[in-house]
Structure formats: structure tokens, C-alpha cells
């Protein structure tokens, strides 16, 4: 007998209720669960599921569990040796087996460049890139974007700019120059429009309305991050005279075109000194962060530190000391070596420098003993012609390294030879960084977080070759080349399966994250 026959008795007489409850169910049940389908955010037909996977990254390890999603967010984490069989209640299960399920990475540091500046990055390529790569919520920098977003006006321009256009999650950093510094209304009003806090350069950012601060900028505008509790965040970069460096004795202009082709004068030209007078200074005004300070609330993080030496001492100690700081590097110092870096291939230059291969191996033991709290892609492309790659003269090429589609698989591939796991990738970045922009939804697979997840196999590796789809707007990266170990699988926001196998879904469903 079929199931069918079983049931035909029963309908002959019920059919009407039944028809009556099965409408409702459709009228009711159907259009939450068909929801993201219907509006093409996401690739699975589901807004309820399970993900089961033998290594699942949690804040107290990492073990075989199921993790359940509903409407977006985390239900239940549970351990557990198998994947739930069908029939085990309704809910839909993806069994990725082997495959690590990680925290999506939140990336503090993206230069998406929009609105106006759209020819250099924006935030459908940037944002795509960034599914891609596992990367669920970023936080976009104040520059390069004009205007730089500097007042509410300007926040609102960037925030419409992003409507619509982000496949992942996108929050917003407001800039601080000398202009808003000096009158601490227009930086209230950034805030209270949303600003996750600010960001400033104490040296020029070499984008005209952008203007470096000073530390006593910076020490002007703590107090208001504090009535906010949002931090600042630093480009520690302070130009110190250079005519003590021999090479440099009579200035830049006087350099030939071939010297200009190498890294180590471009090197030269940046050197420890200035990230250590810079943090110096900035630790100084920092002192008010501390408890019972008049910034008591606000704090300091310094972007991109490169130089291992004595500016992470400096760091080290004013965390003991009780400042409240943090501090980021990126893969790229990580991954490479001033030594290693070929003629003319700028692809390479950014600010500070990348520095030699014994700062490197500093750098690596600092991040594991959590010196340096956090990694950012600092993912700052240009047009090919202001990377110079024709003429490869360093001093004259645009700053800033394109990577952030890779962030994922170059901190695995360059960390597995310094011993690195998966907690302290997750760490790296998601949950420190999470922390840092107030994100308390964001960064950790528990009860109640968002369902931000990567689902990667770190055992799969690939080459960076002509065949490999790179979703940036430009596609000149210094990774290029690289065999790279850990594969993107899927990315899920919120809930939304947004990245599969190379496929997008079919709509941009980021959100725009704004303080409160
Ligand atoms: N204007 C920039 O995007 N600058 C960036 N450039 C780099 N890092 O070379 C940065 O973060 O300083
Ligand atoms: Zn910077
Ligand atoms: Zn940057």
C-alpha cells in the first residue's frame, strides 16, 4: 500500500479543513520561508537550516557541531560526533563534512572609494571580492571616497552610496582633519549619523581633502568618541628629515630612474622611526583613555603597523600601563619581505613599507602572543596607471595594496609555517575585530550572533593564475603567482547564502551597519 492510500480515507471527509489549514500554512508559513528567494538574497531556498561540519569554530574551540540558523541568526550551537539525519525535525541540512565553518571575517580596514572615486574600487566589486573571501561585514575608511567623509553631510552621501550595491555587510568609519577637529560640533554629528568612530593620518594621506591631523587633533576629538564610546583609528605615520640617510642626502629629486625602480629606496624613504615618533605621540594624548581620564571611553587603535621594533614595544607597554589601545597589522607585512620584492614591481608599495624578512618573523610572534590584536586587509587599490607599472618608480606610484578577496587564504597558507589554528584566525579576524567597531552581532559563531559564517577547506589549495576569477575592480595584486592554500566553499550574511562555488546570489542584500 502507498502512503497516498493511507491518507485518501482520511481526506475524503477532512478535505475541506485541510484545504482551509494547508492555504493558511501556504499564506502564513510560505512567504518567511520564501522570502529570500523570492527577493534573490540568497542561494538557498531556506531560511531555517542547519550547518554541520567536523571542525566548527567556536569562542571555546573547535569541535564536530551543528549549527542551526533561523531568520538570520544563530539558534543553536550543538556538539555533535554526526551530521542530523533527515527526518530529525523539518529543518534543511548542508553537511560540509570535513569543512571548517568559521566566523565570517569582519575587516576593519577597506578602501571602497564611492562615492567618487568609483574608477579605483566601489562597493559592488569590493563587496563581491569580499563574499568571496569570506568576508561578511567590512568597515569602509573615510578616504579616497570624495568627499572624504568628513561631516554628516558627506556620511550621508557615502551611506546612499552603498544602498543597494553591498553583498555583504558594510559599516563606516567618519574621518577626522583639522577642519571638524576644530569644531567638535560637525564631529558629533558624524557620529550621532552613525559613524562606527574615526580615522586620521598624521601624515599627509596624499588625497588633497583628506589633511593630516596632529596628536593634538586627535587629543581634541577624544572626548567626543568617549560621550560616544567609539575609538579612533590611527595611520601612525609621523615624516621625520631624511638627510641623515645617505642615499637620500640630496633629496628624492636628485635620484636616477633606476634607483627610483627599487624597493629598498622607496624603503628608505619610510623609515621605523617614523611609525615610532608617530605612536609616541598619539600614546601621549592616549592617556586620557584611561580610566578616570577625560576621554574615559574612547579608544586608540593604530592601523597597519609595520615596523616590529620599538613601536610595538611602545604599544605593548601603554596596554600595561592600562591605555586603552589596540593595534592591527595586515597579510601583506606577514606574507612578505622588503628583500624578496622585484624591480619596479609596485604592485608591492604601500604605507608604512613592508619591511625585511627578520621584522617579519617579529611581526608573527607578536600577533600569536597578542601583542597585535587584530588583522585588516588595508585593501586600498588604484588605477594600473597610478600604480606606475610602466615606468615602476616607487617614489611616484600610488600606495596601497589590492588583496581583499585573498585575506582568508594568504593569512593560512603564510601562517601554517609559523603554526598558526583556527581559533586564532578567528580571533585575528573576526572576534577582536568585531570588538574594536562595536559590532556585537558580528564576529563568533554563538546563541543569538548573526549568522555570518565562512565554510572554507583548508586543505585545498589553488594557484593565483590568469584562470582565477578575482573579483576586485582591478585585478593587479601582489598575490598574484601565490599557490594558495584554504578554499572559500560558501559565504553566508546573516543567514543569506550570498557566495557558493563562484556563483553570487542574485541581489545585494549587505546592510549598512550604523552606531546607535
Ligand atoms: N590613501 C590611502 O588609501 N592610503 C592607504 N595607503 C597605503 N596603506 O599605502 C593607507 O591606508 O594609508
Ligand atoms: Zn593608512
Ligand atoms: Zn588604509
Avoid at 307 to 319: N, P, S, V, Y
Avoid at 366 to 378: F, H, N, P, R, V
Wanted: aromatic fraction near 8%.
Amino acid at each position: 500500500m502507498e502512503p497516498a492510500d493511507i491518507f485518501r480515507p482520511i481526506l475524503r471527509g477532512w478535505s475541506l479543513p485541510l484545504l482551509i489549514f494547508a492555504v493558511g500554512y501556504v499564506l502564513m508559513g510560505m512567504p518567511r520561508m520564501d522570502n529570500q528567494v523570492r527577493e534573490g538574497c540568497s542561494l538557498l531556498n531556506h531560511d531555517h537550516f542547519v550547518v554541520y561540519s567536523r571542525r566548527v569554530v567556536t569562542p571555546n574551540g573547535v569541535y564536530p557541531a551543528s549549527v542551526e540558523v533561523n531568520e538570520g541568526r544563530i539558534v543553536s550551537v550543538i556538539r555533535r560526533r554526526e551530521a542530523p539525519k533527515k527526518g530529525e525535525g523539518e529543518v534543511h541540512v548542508l553537511n560540509y563534512e570535513n569543512a571548517v565553518i568559521m566566523p565570517g571575517l569582519v575587516d576593519v580596514h577597506v578602501h571602497l572609494d564611492e562615492p567618487g572615486r568609483a574608477e579605483w574600487e566601489g562597493f559592488k566589486t569590493g563587496t563581491r571580492a569580499a563574499a568571496a573571501g569570506g568576508i561578511t561585514t567590512l568597515v569602509d575608511m573615510p578616504l579616497n571616497n570624495f568627499p572624504s567623509t568628513t561631516t554628516k553631510e558627506y556620511f550621508k552621501m557615502k551611506k546612499d552610496a552603498a544602498k543597494g550595491n553591498i553583498s555583504v555587510d558594510v559599516g563606516f568609519w567618519g574621518g577626522l582633519v583639522p577642519e571638524n577637529a576644530a569644531n567638535l560640533t560637525i564631529l558629533d554629528e558624524l557620529l550621532s549619523s552613525g559613524a562606527l568612530g574615526l580615522k586620521s593620518f598624521m601624515c599627509p594621506s596624499g588625497i588633497n581633502d583628506f589633511p593630516m591631523t596632529t596628536a593634538s587633533h586627535i587629543q581634541d576629538a577624544l572626548p567626543v568618541l568617549a560621550k560616544y564610546g567609539r575609538p579612533i583609528l590611527v595611520h601612525a605615520e609621523v615624516e621625520q628629515p631624511l638627510e641623515d640617510i645617505p642615499l637620500l642626502a640630496n633629496g628624492v629629486e636628485g635620484l636616477s630612474q633606476d634607483s627610483r625602480r627599487l624597493y629598498s629606496t622607496y624603503l628608505s624613504t619610510r623609515p621605523p622611526t617614523w611609525e615610532q615618533e608617530a605612536v609616541r605621540q598619539l600614546l601621549e594624548v592616549a592617556k586620557d583613555t584611561k580610566t578616570g581620564g577625560r576621554a574615559e571611553g574612547a579608544h586608540v587603535h593604530v592601523v597597519h603597523l609595520s615596523d616590529a621594533g620599538d613601536t610595538l614595544q611602545f604599544i605593548k607597554k601603554a596596554k600595561e600601563e592600562g591605555l586603552h589601545v589596540s593595534v592591527e597589522t595586515c597579510p601583506h607585512y606577514l606574507a612578505f619581505a622588503s628583500e624578496e620584492i622585484g624591480e619596479g614591481d609596485t604592485r608591492f608599495k604601500c604605507a608604512p613599507p613592508v619591511r625585511n624578512a627578520v621584522n617579519r618573523e617579529k611581526l608573527w610572534e607578536a600577533l600569536k602572543d597578542g601583542s597585535i590584536d587584530m588583522l585588516s586587509s588595508d585593501h586600498s587599490p588604484a588605477p594600473p596607471e597610478m600604480k606606475e607599472f610602466e615606468s615602476g618608480d616607487f617614489l611616484k606610484a600610488w600606495g596601497g595594496i589590492s588583496s581583499l578577496q585573498f585575506m582568508l587564504p594568504v593569512t593560512w597558507t603564510a601562517g601554517r609555517s609559523h603554526g598558526v589554528t583556527l581559533e586564532q584566525m578567528s580571533r585575528w579576524w573576526s572576534s577582536n575585530p568585531a570588538k574594536l567597531a562595536n559590532l556585537d552581532r558580528k564576529g563568533s559563531i554563538q546563541f543569538g550572533k548573526d549568522a555570518d559564517l565562512v565554510i572554507w577547506d583548508p586543505e585545498e589549495s589553488y594557484v593565483i593564475d590568469e584562470n582565477h576569477t578575482i573579483y576586485h575592480r582591478h585585478k593587479a595584486t601582489p598575490y598574484a603567482g601565490w599557490t594558495l592554500s584554504g578554499r572559500v566553499i560558501t559565504t553566508f550574511v546573516r543567514g543569506q547564502q550570498v557566495f557558493r562555488e563562484g556563483e553570487f546570489s542574485e541581489k545585494r542584500c549587505g546592510m549598512r551597519l550604523f552606531a546607535l
